[in-house]
């Protein structure tokens, strides 16, 4: 079965730094990734898709980056902000026919003013 | 646009009691899922519902049973409540790809005493 592995240990960065966060996946090769952010109490909210083809996407101050030979995915926020501080989740399609996605246990990510 | 709804937001239970988790959707989405997430273990899958009037087993459905009520609505019942089943539970639904993502309710914390 797919796995996903995700740092458990929360990432500590000073405001105005860029955050990197890591997605790491055995297996299969999925023909996409979803990044997700989860707020304390609330339900992840998705934030964004890369495709297998894609080597990065760029959304806002956001950058994912998919590399398929090392099974790796990076999740890059610049010019954090306390705001971003969140729970980061990242996902993988249901294979085989099946319905069930993947989902890391996600990286804790606290910017501090 | 609501989004994904469900209800209740919180719930404490005895061993033994049952209850019904209500979810809807206004977003015209085929696929719904019945999600279970606990420290340290991550979102699983309990049920999905791929469209309406089709239900499936995920990775965690015993315990649980669904109804897809229509093609808004999917309710999750615990008919014997158990401490083991003390978890925060999301509903979520999709588009059949997938790819815009999976959008989440704001969770149910059950918790079984």
């Known amino acids: 079965s797919q796995k996903i592995e995700q740092n458990s240990e929360a990432l500590n960065i000073q405001e105005g730094k860029t955050a990197t966060l890591t997605c790491n996946y055995t297996n299969y090769s999925p023909a996409y990734l979803q990044w997700y952010r989860q707020d304390p109490g609330r339900g992840p909210v998705f934030l964004l898709l890369i495709r297998e083809n894609e080597k990065e996407k760029r959304k806002e101050r956001l950058k994912v980056t998919f590399d398929t030979t090392l099974k790796q995915s990076l999740f890059h926020i610049t010019a954090s902000q306390p705001a971003d501080s969140a729970t980061y989740l990242c996902?993988?399609?249901?294979?085989?026919?099946?319905?069930?996605?993947?989902f890391g246990r996600g990286t804790s990510l606290i910017v501090h003013p | 646009n609501a989004g994904v709804t469900q209800t209740p937001k919180f719930q404490v239970l005895k061993t033994g009691q049952s209850m019904t988790l209500q979810c809807a959707q206004d977003m015209n989405h085929n696929s719904m899922y019945w999600y279970r997430q606990d420290p340290g273990m991550g979102l699983r899958l309990i049920y999905y519902?791929?469209?309406?009037?089709?239900?499936d087993k995920g990775e965690v459905p015993n315990g649980y049973n669904v109804s897809r009520l229509n093609k808004r609505e999917f309710s999750l019942r615990l008919e014997s409540a158990a401490p083991s089943q003390t978890s925060v539970y999301f509903c979520?639904?999709?588009?059949?790809?997938?790819?815009?993502?999976?959008?989440f309710g704001s969770g149910t914390r059950l918790t079984v005493v």
């Open positions: 519902s791929a469209s309406e009037g089709t239900t």
């Open positions: 979520a639904s999709s588009r059949p790809d997938r790819e815009d993502g999976y959008t």
């Open positions: 996902a993988l399609p249901p294979s085989g026919g099946s319905y069930i996605p993947t």
